[in-house]
């Protein structure tokens, strides 16, 4: 069984500029998820998808940032305009029911320039 | 609100010997709490969890972690570590009440030295 993907596995952008991330979830895995690890700091949570609704984004940390889930699949993570600051580690993760193990992707690592 | 403290940020042990990552929570309820594991380079790795019952876990590559309530704590231990489990350990809790985010300690620097 595959296990959580994550595209691109890094990326390197100006500042600026426009970027879109993408999460493919465990299959059969309602709940998604979006967390964020900048350098030396803890993870933090972004938002969380039910199927093809947010169920919690008060972790998102502005209108730069627009996440969505089409049709309860995969998800995507804009930024944009991307600043220094949003230079990080971007997990995705996924679970089969709130309170399951959640099981992390590879993560997606940004640099802004 | 939910909170973790991981109050080392690093843990130096010699290969062979015992190691202990510390992990203490906050939660209003009953917690779900985690530990996740990563190499460089690499996602976070489940490694165990509790959920209900025994207050010892088992989790993989040899790992277990006790959960004590009276000191919420949840500490995570290997009776002798190897050079491999060099790596970044975080610990996470979740209160079980209703919806509740998985928060996520600030992660331990775990060495293991030859």
């Known amino acids: 069984e595959a296990g959580v993907t994550q595209f691109p596995s890094h990326s390197v952008i100006e500042k600026g500029q426009t970027v879109t991330l993408r999460c493919d979830p465990i299959?059969?895995?309602?709940?998604l998820y979006w967390y964020r690890r900048v350098m030396g700091k803890e993870i933090k949570f972004l938002l969380h998808f039910v199927k093809e609704s947010k169920q919690d984004e008060s972790g998102m940390p502005n209108n730069r940032f627009l996440a969505e889930r089409t049709g309860g699949t995969y998800s995507t993570l804009k930024v944009q305009p991307a600043e220094l600051e949003d230079s990080g580690v971007y997990f995705c993760a996924s679970s089969q029911d709130v309170g399951h193990t959640i099981y992390f992707g590879e993560g997606s690592w940004l640099t802004v320039v | 609100a939910q909170s973790v403290a991981q109050p080392e940020d690093q843990v130096n042990v010699a290969e062979g010997n015992p190691l202990t990552v510390k992990c203490t929570y906050s939660?209003?309820?009953?917690?779900?709490l985690f530990w996740y594991v990563q190499y460089p380079n690499r996602g976070l790795q489940f490694l165990l969890k509790y959920i209900t019952g025994d207050n010892l876990v088992k989790g993989s590559y040899g790992f277990e972690a006790e959960f004590n309530k009276s000191q919420t704590s949840f500490h995570l231990k290997k009776p002798s570590a190897l050079v491999s489990d060099s790596a970044l350990y975080f610990c996470?809790?979740?209160?079980?009440?209703?919806?509740?985010?998985?928060?996520f300690g600030i992660g331990t620097k775990l060495q293991v030295i030859p």
């Open positions: 299959s059969g895995h309602d709940n």
């Open positions: 996470a809790v979740r209160d079980r009440r209703g919806y509740q985010k998985v928060t």
């Open positions: 939660v209003s309820g009953n917690p779900y």
